[in-house]
């Protein structure tokens, strides 16, 4: 079975630092992998999706995200926080075209 | 700028009352998915459509929950009777190939 493993349900870090918020998969089959990020009160938006292709995925706001095969990880990460990143994160797997299975997400906390 | 949408956006309503959800997937999508979000269990998933077929409802109560898509833009979440316990937000998204885009939600609340 597919499953997604959020390691923290709450990350702080203070602004202008490292962040890096971890998740691990399990698939049976090659995955497609995702990062979505949800405001407060609002729906979920695509940060940035692995689909096969480069390993190392861009996103929007400057995150980005590695996919490491022997680790069965897709960490997400962002150089400098800022302020408007608060938000909560959720990683996602996607067994090829199949349904997507999410993982419990990750609340990011902007340190000022 | 296509977009999932759906209604209502909120509604309180009592228990035992029925509940009907709509949501319009972004126009040429063919793959639905029903959500569901709560504090404590994060986000479920209840239905799922591909080309208006049911493909996997599992996760979704039958005795009480029914999801249907009557046509190609249009998807619903059906809950009677409702009870305070389904109390949440609930979530469609629509995809054509990897990626599955959002709605806004759909803000329950059973008194």
């Known amino acids: 079975a597919q499953s997604v493993t959020q390691l923290g349900s709450h990350v702080s870090v203070s602004e202008g630092a490292l962040v890096l918020l971890r998740c691990n998969y399990s698939?049976?089959?090659?995955?497609?992998l995702f990062w979505y990020v949800q405001y407060p009160n609002q729906g979920l938006q695509l940060l940035l999706k692995?689909?096969?292709?480069?390993?190392l995925v861009k996103g929007i706001n400057g995150f980005e995200a590695e996919f490491k095969k022997s680790e069965t990880s897709f960490h997400l990460t962002k150089p400098s926080a800022h302020m408007s990143d608060a938000a909560e994160y959720f990683c996602a797997v996607r067994p090829r075209d199949d349904k997507i299975i999410f993982g419990k997400g990750t609340r990011l906390h902007i340190l000022p | 700028d296509a977009r999932v949408t759906q209604t209502p956006r909120h509604k309180v309503t009592e228990m035992g009352q029925e509940v009907t959800m709509r949501c319009q997937p972004i126009?040429?999508?063919?793959?639905v998915f029903w959500y569901r979000q709560t504090m404590m269990q994060g986000l479920e998933l209840l239905a799922y459509?591909?080309?208006?077929?049911?493909?996997?409802d599992s996760g979704m109560p039958k005795d009480r929950f029914s999801a249907e898509m009557p046509d190609a833009t249009l998807a619903t979440l059906k809950i009677q009777p409702s009870e305070p316990r389904d109390s949440a937000v609930y979530f469609c998204?629509?995809?054509?190939?990897?990626?599955?885009?959002f709605g806004e939600g759909s803000w329950l609340t059973v008194v």
């Open positions: 998204a629509s995809g054509a190939g990897f990626t599955i885009y």
């Open positions: 459509f591909r080309n208006r077929a049911p493909l996997d």
């Open positions: 126009l040429g999508h063919n793959t």
């Open positions: 692995y689909t096969s292709a480069a390993t």
């Open positions: 698939s049976s089959v090659p995955p497609y």
